[in-house]
């Protein structure tokens, strides 16, 4: 069965980076996007960016662009979703997500920045 | 490219039909099937309740079902519980390649 199993919950000072795990299993990593979604205390989910473990293609959304980076390790179906110059409001639980029709979502990774 | 737009709140009585708009654009929902819900319980991960508009994944009731018209999908609760009170969002792919998928803004739906 389709798995994503993320890192453990990180906290950090404002201007740090965090760098998010999410391993996957049950399916052929490759064949699917990968997504990463957040949400902050109280908030909605928010759109991150998606990783195209075919073709190479990453995207992410303009308000996190210059200081996300999405990487992923084929050999070991692993992706990463790494952001930088943390700010407090970026407190929040980050989800990576498979959304294929029939969408898997991993268990989520709440990263606390704090001083 | 905006977030789909839903009512903040819907509430209903139990044993009563519900049902939450999600309204969005030819760029999103009026151009694909890729539309989903998620219940979201206070402290929990999102949980897939329909999936691609209307079908949904084993082990949900089916006092869930969708549908989706123009730009505007639709999640019905018939004969809503106690248990349905909880944060639904939809979410759809869009045409933007920069902003290739957006959620809902989010409904709160009450049980009186």
Known sequence: QVQLVQSGAEV?????????SCQTSGYT??????????????????WVGWINPNSGVTTSAQKFQGRVSMTWDTSIKTAYLELSSLQFD?????Y?????GYDYWGQGTLVSVSS | QSALTQPASVSGSPG???TISCAGTNSDIGSYKYISWYQQHPGKAPKLIIYEVSYRPSG?????????????????ISGVQAE????Y??????TSSTVPYVFGTGTKVIVL
């Open chain 1, 12 to 20: 950090k000072k404002p201007g740090a980076s965090v760098k998010v």
């Open chain 1, 29 to 46: 990593f490759t064949d699917y996007s990968l997504h990463w979604v957040r949400q902050a205390p109280g908030r909605g989910l928010e």
């Open chain 1, 90 to 94: 970026d407190t929040a639980i980050y």
């Open chain 1, 96 to 100: 990576c997500a498979r959304l294929s």
């Open chain 2, 16 to 18: 009563q039909s519900i």
């Open chain 2, 60 to 76: 949900v009731s089916n006092r869930f079902s969708a549908s989706k018209s123009g730009n505007t999908a639709s999640l019905t």
């Open chain 2, 84 to 87: 349905d009170e909880a944060d």
């Open chain 2, 89 to 94: 969002y939809c979410s759809s792919y869009t």
